[in-house]
């Protein structure tokens, strides 16, 4: 659910836009009995999109953004473990059915089995009761939100900084292109995504390609995370499979990291100076 904002209420709208989140995420615990995974996935969905939005509005209330930032780390914080172990055995048990490699889709199964295992012993139900409670807390947060000086231009500051965020963290994923730098590129660049589909509403013009060259960018981004996770399970299990195995997987990661690159470089093709230039100019 996005608020549509109107030229003369953009603190209220931002502010409804948290809000909103706060309560898909509230509806997605809820749908945790039947279906799990999916509702711990859309509930920590929410619960992002709402810190990710707090960092947006950052220039115009440093202290308010900071606290409401925290207390989403809490509450996703709650549902990491059941995440963790569902998103093992979905990304297992897809790769093993790509796989042509016997033994590697043999081990590969035998991670989502394992996988599945440890997500048969998360408490879901209690994890949903202690983040509603967090959620709780997530919400008098936003209300304590206050209105600020020209929140719109305290966006576009906001937007410029999550770009010059994001370049910095591909020329650090350029420079190493390890799992670790490259996740957190794709974590500025699902911010730079949460903030345009936010702030495309009031610049159009500006910003109207940007949302999809972000999800194009994440979705690869996420796919080289996923392999990585693979990959360190397989490691850690000494003779899971063959070393070729292994191999095929890290020249898979390694194809899906240069892809990723390449199209960061076309998604980032400004200068942060430039990009927050071409921003402030269409107030």
Known sequence: MTEKFSSGDDFNAISAVMRAEVQNARRALGRIGGDPILGVHEARKAIKKVRSNARLIRKGDKTASRRINAAGRRAANILEEARDADSLEQIARAASMKCEHAGLARALRDEADRAREDSRRVR????????????????????????????????????????????????????????????????????????????????????????????????????????????????????????????????????????????????????PSKAKKRLLDSL
């Open 124 to 271: 879901r139900g209690e994890a949903a009761d202690q983040c509603r409670t967090a959620l709780d807390a997530l919400e008098s947060e936003i209300g304590r939100l206050e209105p600020f000086d020209k929140p719109r231009k305290a966006m576009l500051k906001g937007l410029a900084r999550t770009y010059k965020r994001a370049v910095k963290r591909l020329d650090d994923a350029k420079d190493e292109p390890d799992p670790h730098r490259l996740h957190e590129l794709r974590k500025r660049v699902k911010d730079w995504r949460y903030h345009v589909t936010v702030c495309k509403r009031l610049w159009p013009d500006t910003l109207e390609r940007q949302k999809s060259d972000a999800n194009a960018l994440a979705d690869i981004l996420g796919d080289h995370h996923d392999l990585s996770r693979l990959i360190a399970r397989l490691d850690d299990r000494a003779g899971a499979c063959d070393d070729r195995a292994i191999e095929e997987l890290e020249e898979a990661q390694e194809r899906l990291c240069e892809r990723a690159l390449d199209a960061a470089e076309d998604v980032f093709d400004l200068s």
